[in-house]
């Protein structure tokens, strides 16, 4: 009679001994906290949950408060509850694996965290600005969004750089209560597959903001769709295919299809991306009933939350407004100033600029408003900035910045909560460091 629970103790004993843990290493700089993991899925979960299982906990915490504040009626055992009823059977065997290697990892070092706790925490996103909407906030035929209008970016190649080659700036918009958690860089070298490096707010198996260089030289980035509205439950997370596409994508064409293939309309974002080895650069704009690509060698493409194609703004972002005094379409009119003003010369140094950019085109001003490529409001704004060009690709590196890019300190909500006030995470402002190499 005492046999299995012995039996089960010892089986836990040997799936939570700590891994190898050679190769793996933490280091910090720059206001990141860098994790260069490597192995098989499992082992690269439970390395990254044995070296950052406070900040996973934390990062957990503060979701978990944000979330509730932001859905009333909805809390975080919900989003355990829903995102294993509705995202865990899409997820692919390797990325349950790492998932729950992060949750071994966590327990490894006292945290008493499973793997619903993380997979909730990859999949907050999208149950809560995607599905919530349409399946559980929905009290009458009309259907409000709640996705997040977050990030600016670009990508140019051809004659609109120095050397002719890809060059891609993007910088990151949430709130600042978790935006500033979002301060991990992961370098992955994974069994199978590509060696892949990107931002993420740990315990995250995929980037999230999103950001990623692999070594085959292609690098991915986004800028999401506002006022979309679309959600298929039986469809892959965009966690799941952010991470493949940067983790298996060779070139833009695969990258493209593993984002495109199983879509669940979760995240829906426009895709930038670049391919160091071509020259080539494309624009995926992924909505769930529509589907717009381009690419070239000559030109350039910018996202800052807008949707472009008539057909997906009129199907699938109903509210979407391309007018005056759109802080998206001000912030399209800035990308194309820089970007047409300075063709022929932009490389790492000018994007720099332009991703610390904190003229308001709307008034005219240097106030760094919502209408700014780098724009901040109390509580909210842009939180880091990654930069990279051929030659530091050719090295599996980038730029990147911690801190609001402009090197401003933030202006706290005033309608935070005391517990909030009291758990504020760190946001000071460092300066362009060099990731990966």
Known sequence: MFLAPFLAILSFQLQA???????????EKGGWIVLHLDGKPYDIGYEQGTLAASEISDAMTSVAMSFAAEHAGYDWQWLRNTAETVSWPQVEDQYKQEIEGIADGMRAKGFSRDWKDVLALNDHIE???????????????????EAPSACSAFVATGSETADGKPVVGQNFWWDYFTGFRWRFMLDIRPLQGHRVV?????????SGTDWALNDSGILITETTISDFVGYKPDGI????????????????????????????GGYANTWLMADYKSGEIGKLELGLKNVIYHHTNDGYYVGS????????????TPDYRPTADNNCEMRRKRWTAHLEGDKGKVNADYAKTYVE???????????????????????????????????LAA????????????????????FMTASEKSDLPEAKPHGWIVIGG
């Open 17 to 27: 001994d700590p891994r190898s843990l050679a190769k793996a290493s933490r280091e």
């Open 127 to 145: 149950l809560g600005d995607y599905y919530l909407p349409l399946y559980g906030k929905k009290t009458s035929g009309r259907v409000v969004s």
């Open 198 to 206: 990107f931002d993420t707010l740990p315990g995250m198996i995929h």
């Open 237 to 264: 997370p965009e966690f799941v295919r952010m991470r493949k596409a940067a983790q298996y994508g060779s070139s833009l064409d695969e990258a493209k299809q593993i984002l495109m293939d199983g879509n669940n």
């Open 305 to 316: 939350n807008f949707p472009e194609d008539p057909k997906l703004m009129a199907e699938e």
């Open 357 to 391: 950019d904190d003229f308001d085109e709307m008034d005219g001003k240097l106030d760094g408003q919502g209408s700014a490529l780098c724009g901040r409001y109390p509580g909210a704004g842009a939180c880091n900035a990654k930069v990279c060009d051929a030659k």
């Open 395 to 414: 090295n599996m590196e980038f730029f990147a910045r911690f801190g609001i890019p402009d090197g401003s300190m933030p202006e706290w909500s005033p």
